[in-house]
């Protein structure tokens, strides 16, 4: 193994163990430390290479993201994580340590802003899936982002509270419960609203929207979220675009409900504000044939 390479792979590996594997297989999602374009690019240079230390995780999470990926179109095999997957994932990485409690101090407050512009520059430099398959591949394996929450919990005892933000109480506080009249409270915190009072929340929203842009069936699956709302990407209107496209997307919007429908409605009628004629036509388009489709099959 080149030595010069093994601190990289060793990052490498740490994001696809801690960050990806919960994403496709479910349990504690635990964020590595905060990477950056530079190191981000580096450890995507290593992609055709890559093998997780886990052999059984890897293998686990390639089926994960097959059997999501066959919910849509009828595949046999998906190709691996390419170096704009790998980028993709390190920004969501960073994504969610900008809005670690622990990450700003007294004396580097603006470190949470700085990491928010690092992600940008990087998701700056992500191409957008260059075909279906490469659409679909990126969504099997980061469908599942919009479900990653915090559980806050608030412990009260009778002279005084504490706040713990995605971390357990200190068991000194929970000593004593009946005596001391302990109560907890647990609260699930979704992504969207992860970002805690005096945060750039709007800077927030927007990495998280152009990060969901680069994976458009992702972003369409997930457009009934109140934060950052849907809007039409150059991804999602190339997407639907053509004849498949838009048989793929209409799989990916087959459950999104009234709120999506309302969500898509209002995206489109942004573009004719603003007077964007022809991503308006491939919008209102796709918007025709889906209630027609959703009239014929009622």
């Given at each position: ?5 093994t601190p990289l792979i060793l990052r ?50 390639d089926e994960a993201r097959l059997r ?21 994932l390190a920004a969501f990485n960073d ?204």
């Amino acid at each position: 193994m080149n030595r010069e390479l093994t601190p990289l792979i060793l990052r490498g590996d740490e994001l696809y163990r801690r960050v990806l594997s919960p994403l496709l297989l479910g349990g504690s999602l635990r964020p590595v430390r905060p990477l950056g374009p530079t190191l981000a690019r580096r450890i995507a240079e290593l992609a055709d290479t890559f093998t997780c230390s886990d052999l059984d995780l890897q293998h686990r999470c390639d089926e994960a993201r097959l059997r999501h990926a066959r919910t849509l179109a009828p595949l046999d095999t998906l190709p691996p994580l390419s170096s704009a997957d790998w980028m993709l994932l390190a920004a969501f990485n960073d994504l969610l340590q900008s809005v670690n409690p622990r990450l700003p101090s007294v004396v580097a407050p603006s470190r949470p802003t700085r990491l928010l512009n690092a992600c940008s520059l990087l998701l700056a430099s992500i191409p957008p899936p260059h075909d279906l398959l490469a659409a679909l591949t990126r969504h099997a394996t980061f469908a599942r982002a919009l479900e990653v929450h915090r559980v806050d919990t608030q412990v009260r005892w009778w002279t005084g509270s504490a706040q713990f933000h995605g971390e357990p109480p200190s068991k000194r506080l929970l000593a004593m419960p009946n005596l001391r009249r302990v109560q907890i409270t647990e609260t699930w915190v979704e992504l969207e609203t992860l970002p805690l009072p005096g945060f750039p929340r709007e800077h927030y929203h927007e990495v998280l929207a152009a990060w969901l842009a680069l994976s458009p069936l992702t972003d369409l699956a997930t457009a009934a979220r109140i934060e950052p709302p849907f809007r039409w990407h150059a991804t999602s209107l190339g997407l639907i675009a053509t004849v498949p496209g838009r048989r793929l997307a209409r799989r990916v919007l087959g459950r999104i409900g009234a709120k999506g429908d309302v969500a898509l409605e209002h995206a489109t009628r942004e573009l004719e504000k603003q007077n964007l004629h022809i991503p308006f036509q491939i919008a209102a388009r796709f918007l025709d044939e889906r209630r027609a489709l959703a009239s014929m099959s009622s």
